[in-house]
């Protein structure tokens, strides 16, 4: 079956403009995850829903950051006025729906984004 | 808190002879352990998981990892490294407590096998 995809998958910006980032996780699953990857910094947690319930933001680096899941599937996080900081891999993952802590979690391949 | 150890930012072994990926961990309760390796340009991709039982557990491409409770550790092994497993790996870790939530991961460590 089909992976967790991300879209796009490499993002080039200006400073002080907004970018979105999709997220497709796989069919069924009811968790989803997203994390940054800057170079040498390993992953950092951003934002984590779980069903219904209302989302995990504590990892979100400041408000420019927020995102969103519709209809329990897709997400999108979206960056305000980016800065150069904000360039960086971002990671979206999903896992299975039992929501049993030992599940793994399936990670999309990731957009690049880049801020000039 | 939960938090994950990979001491060694490069590891470099000749094709052929045996790799250790270090990894130590820290959580409250009983950890689920788990590592993951990412090749160039490419999402992180599951290889492992120690959940509980045997602490000798066996995954993809050849690779195991051995879970100790007294050294807090989960060590990444492979008895004969190929150059086709250069890469990056991470360990990462979650309490059994929390549920479904997001794992926490070390800093990742880059493997590169010479041939």
């Known amino acids: 079956g089909a992976g967790v995809s991300q879209s796009p998958s490499n993002k080039v910006t200006e400073k002080g403009k907004d970018v979105e980032l999709r997220c497709d996780p796989i069919?069924?699953?009811?968790?989803l995850y997203w994390y940054r990857q800057s170079l040498g910094q390993g992953l950092e947690f951003l934002i984590y829903?779980?069903?219904?319930?209302?989302?995990?933001k504590s990892g979100l680096p400041s408000d420019r950051f927020s995102a969103e899941r519709t209809g329990g599937s897709v997400s999108t996080l979206t960056i305000q006025r980016t800065q150069q900081e904000d360039s960086a891999v971002y990671l979206c993952?999903?896992?299975?729906?039992?929501?049993?802590?030992?599940?793994?979690?399936?990670f999309g391949p990731g957009t690049r984004l880049t801020v000039l | 808190a939960q938090s994950v150890a990979q001491p060694e930012d490069q590891v470099n072994v000749a094709e052929g002879n045996p790799l250790t990926v270090k990894c130590t961990y820290s959580?409250?309760?009983?950890?689920?352990l788990f590592w993951y390796v990412q090749y160039p340009n490419r999402g992180l991709q599951f290889l492992l998981k120690y959940i509980t039982g045997d602490n000798l557990v066996k995954g993809s491409y050849g690779f195991e990892a051995e879970f100790n409770k007294s050294q807090t550790s989960f060590h990444l092994k492979k008895p004969s490294a190929l150059v086709s497993d250069s890469a990056l790996y991470f360990c990462a870790v979650r309490d059994i407590r929390v549920g479904n939530t997001p794992l926490v991961f070390g800093k990742g460590t880059r493997l590169s096998v010479i041939a």
């Open positions: 829903f779980q069903g219904n319930s209302a989302p995990d």
């Open positions: 959580v409250s309760g009983n950890p689920y």
């Open positions: 069919s069924g699953h009811t968790a």
């Open positions: 993952a999903s896992s299975s729906p039992s929501g049993r802590s030992y599940n793994e979690q399936f």
